[in-house]
């Protein structure tokens, strides 16, 4: 059963410019996005930085106000909700920041970072909120005793622990991973992913997860999400990506993965570069928005705009040639 619905996301913002602030134009940083993201899965949202997949999953949250659109989360209209009614509802879906320092405020202990949530929304004792945060610690594998630290006193890796730990804090149905492993060590990145899966499992926690690494990807989500300039470009299954793969874009990413060969050799495959730059988000190219960098393009591309259709074994994409 579906715990996520989008319906027609759409978020534009509002461009001003001039000593009178005057309204110079929108920039489309999502466009008209659709989806459903089942309990206990995940969702691997990918696609080049400035591609709106922040964006999206902020909008999601309600963190960022929708232009148009809805979100259907077990049940209950989030788009609908008044911000009286939004309090409540956080308490059922959670983010992890990408940067685990700026996310983290300096002058406050561990204690109250991953406090903060269960005394705002439940009625705890004093006591009683430290032995959550003690459990909490111990959960994401930091000490308990560390709760009295700030958090310049840690490594990357163990603020991004923290960050965890106070998503945890409410018990929450599904968690915003928002490139949770790419400001982090790549040896630090593996303990961390095998963390956030193990808490899947014991929590049936549902993720969208956010990230440009398509190799991570593959590896923690079920379905992928391919986003470019705002819009969804291809939409398939994680397993066997690299062979199902038929948007262009999606080739394109893949092509810059190295890989492991036969001997364990990581090697790149023949790789498709992509001509010209990103096109400007306030101004968008017609017909497809990949088409002045698509090197298949033809003339239907640059007049009309593809339609996200299913090809078949949860596979859709948004291209007219294939």
């Known amino acids: 059963m579906a715990l996520l619905t989008v319906q027609s996301l759409t978020k534009r913002f509002l461009v001003r410019k001039g000593f009178l602030r005057k309204i110079k134009g929108y920039t489309h940083a999502v466009e008209n996005i659709s989806f459903s993201l089942d309990s206990g899965r995940t969702l691997g949202l990918v696609g080049e930085s400035g591609c709106g997949k922040t964006t999206l999953g902020r909008t999601i949250l309600r963190l960022i106000e929708p232009t148009s659109g809805t979100i259907i989360f077990d049940q209950q209209n989030i788009s609908e909700m008044s911000k009286s009614e939004l309090p409540n509802w956080r308490k059922k879906a959670q983010i992890i920041f ?17 406090g903060e949530g269960i005394v705002i929304h439940r009625s705890c004792s004093r006591s009683k909120v430290l032995e959550e945060v003690s459990s909490l610690l111990e959960l ?8 009295d630290k700030f958090p310049h006193q840690f490594s990357g890796g163990q603020r991004q622990r923290i960050g965890i730990a106070r998503a945890l804090a409410l018990n929450p149905q599904m968690i915003v991973a928002d490139e949770p492993v790419s400001a982090l060590d790549v040896s630090v990145q593996a303990q961390i992913i095998n963390l956030l899966l193990d808490l899947q499992q014991s929590r049936k926690l549902t993720y969208l997860f956010i990230s440009h690494d398509l190799r991570i990807v593959e590896f923690v989500a079920e379905q992928v999400m391919v986003m470019y300039l705002g819009r969804v470009m291809e939409m398939l299954p994680a397993k066997g990506l690299a062979l199902k793969a038929c948007h262009p874009y999606t080739q394109a990413l893949l092509s810059a993965v190295l890989t492991p060969d036969e001997q364990g050799n990581r090697t790149k495959k023949k790789r498709v570069v992509l001509g010209g730059e990103v096109p400007n988000p306030m101004s968008p190219p017609s017909g497809c928005v990949f088409h002045p960098r698509c090197p298949l393009a033809a003339e239907v591309c640059r007049k009309e705009d593809p339609v996200l259709r299913n090809i078949g074994q949860g596979h859709s994409v948004a291209c007219h040639l294939v």
């Open 140 to 147: 994401v594998g930091l000490e308990s005793r560390s709760m």
């Open 98 to 114: 990408q940067d685990p320092f700026s996310s983290l405020n300096p002058r406050m202990r561990v204690r109250d970072i991953i």
